[in-house]
């Protein structure tokens, strides 16, 4: 609650609805010789002492920043507004021009009003307030208008006050959620990081046992095939992240690159080449067929034309396969 | 003349194993290097006839240092020598400038082989090289802008591409083809400088369109 950013404005009504009290006693003070029944307006003033009170401690604590509680507080001041008549003689009320008990006091639960909800609240509650004084008075003196237009301008620009608080709270509230958003964004692209140079520090390593063990000769050679057929088996993992679109597409890349070893070499495009994957799956099929009868090294070449893809394979014996498939998924 | 090298790569164990193998067969190493920033400083002092270039080297790629060494040395040729298999870079590379390519599995004869031939000026093809650079001239072909320097291959360069990728030799393509060796050379050798030029006006356009080639004190 204390993160509020209407807390001063709320502070303020308070502070505000304290001083008018002075007011209207000093008011009451001046008034109660001539009054009809005196009494009343002493309860009457009770009454908002009570108020203010209750509304001191709901407003400057922060409980009591509610609708309810600023409903009920623009429904009281109109209650006590309209018993205030009932206090002063006929003379007082009709010619003498005498304010009503409540006296200015009446206007803050309009600035608490634009303090919950900003001018959406704080203007509509202005006016329930100048209406209740106009019904009260029963005349529309220009004297009321001016109290009325002096309290709907207040009510505004604490309305508009409470507003931009607020925006600037929400502002500040959403880039701390949008810096946390990039620090986790940060740390998963830190991790991949380290990943990659990891990945690529095993091939290094992988790749130079082949190397230097086929150099070496001997038992050395047997570990030296061992690390290549891993290097390529980590390659092809790492090259292929193998998920499918949403539409049951694959990158048929990924299914080929599974199927290279030492003496296979897929080559393709940059590019994902995407096909239905069962049409995938049964290209897969066919190349892995193909190469199950190669003794020697192979090439197996993708080729994405846009309307058609084109896997063709060739072996070191100069055997030679082409397999052609429709983007409509028709095997040629 | 002994061919001067340059080995760049982040990985100790492997820029020196690398060196000492290309200094056994007769090659001159004159520095090696651990990171793209140095590399393209050590580079431009010591002008290398070949830079051998990891890609996956830490802030800035291997792909950086060779736009920059590429661009800025004309007589320096990069050759990469990548563990990693990442396609895409390898491509981007190449796009660089970088003429040719080489898994670091490749045997020591054929490492030794490769840097001969980028001394010498040719593109070292291997069959996957083939297929990325297929791949790339046929993306742009079916991309939607209708730029009209789209590079193109020829059909004859298709052809000699699609049977490097195959892997075919430049001899075994060469005979396929009834033509001559240095033909075949010629065809992937033009494959390459179109795709290379094309990207340096590509990313002098991108400079012009974001203001990056004028010096801020200009625009005052």
């Known amino acids: ?332 | 003349m002994t061919v001067s090298v340059m080995v760049v790569d982040d990985h100790p164990m492997w820029r020196e194993g690398v060196a000492r193998d290309l200094a056994e067969r007769g090659f001159e190493v004159v520095a090696t290097a651990g990171d793209a920033a140095s590399a393209m400083r050590i580079a431009k002092a010591v002008r290398p006839n070949v830079v051998l270039m990891d890609l996956n080297l830490g802030e800035l790629s291997g792909v950086d240092a060779t736009l920059m060494i590429t661009g800025e040395l004309p007589e320096t040729r990069v050759l990469v020598l990548s563990a990693s298999g990442e396609h895409d870079d390898v491509l981007q590379a190449v796009k660089a400038g970088a003429s040719g390519y080489l898994v670091k599995s490749a045997s020591a004869e054929e490492l030794v082989e490769a840097v001969n031939r980028t001394a010498a000026g040719d593109a070292v093809f291997t069959a996957g090289l083939a297929g990325l650079v297929l791949g790339e001239y046929r993306r742009m072909a079916a991309a939607p802008d209708d730029a009209e320097d789209k590079p193109q291959l020829t059909d004859r360069e298709t052809e000699v591409l699609r049977l490097v990728a195959k892997g075919l030799t430049a001899r075994q393509i060469a005979n396929r083809l009834v033509i001559s060796h240095r033909t075949v050379e010629n065809h992937v050798q033009s494959t390459l400088r179109k795709l290379q030029l094309h990207n340096r006006v590509e990313l002098a356009r991108y400079a012009i369109e974001h203001g990056l080639d004028s010096e801020p004190e200009a625009e005052r």
């Open chain 1, 1 to 332: 609650m204390t993160k509020d950013p209407a807390t001063p404005l709320w502070r303020g009504t308070v502070v505000v609805r304290v001083f008018t009290l002075c007011f209207a006693v000093v008011h009451v003070i001046a008034e109660s010789e001539a009054y009809q029944r005196p009494w009343l307006a002493w309860t009457i003033l009770g009454a908002m002492a009570f108020w203010t009170v209750f509304t001191g401690f709901a407003y400057w604590g922060g409980w009591g920043r509610t609708k309810p509680v600023v409903v009920a507080d623009v429904a009281v001041i109109c209650v006590l507004m309209a018993l205030s008549p009932l206090t002063m003689t006929d003379l007082q009320l009709q010619y003498w021009n005498v304010p009503l008990t409540t006296t200015v006091w009446a206007s803050v639960p309009a600035l608490a009003a634009g303090a919950l909800g900003g001018q959406r609240w704080g203007l509509p509650a202005a006016l329930v307030i100048g209406l209740s004084t106009y019904l009260t008075e029963g005349a529309l003196t220009v004297g009321l208008m001016r109290d009325v237009v002096l309290l709907m301008g207040a009510a505004v620009v604490v309305g508009l006050a409470a507003s931009v608080g607020r925006s600037a709270t929400m502002a500040r509230q959403s880039s701390s959620r949008m810096a946390e958003a990039l620090r986790a964004e940060a740390a998963a692209g830190e991790r991949e990081r380290l990943a990659r140079s990891i990945h690529d520090g095993v091939l290094q390593v992988l790749a130079r046992i082949h190397k230097r063990g086929l150099e070496v000769g001997g038992e050395t050679a047997e570990l030296a095939r061992l690390a290549g057929e891993q290097e390529i088996a980590l390659r092809a993992l790492l090259a292929a992240p193998g998920e499918s679109t949403e539409d049951g597409e694959v990158d048929l890349r990924s299914a080929l690159r599974v199927l290279a070893t030492p003496a296979v070499q897929v080559s393709a495009p940059a590019t994902r080449v995407l096909l239905d994957s069962a049409v995938a799956d049964e290209l897969t099929a066919q190349v892995r067929e193909f190469l199950s009868g190669v003794t020697g090294r192979a090439w197996v070449l993708v080729e994405d034309l846009g309307d058609e893809v084109v896997i063709s394979i060739r072996d070191d014996g100069d055997g030679e396969r082409e397999v052609r498939v429709q983007r409509k998924g028709v095997l040629t």
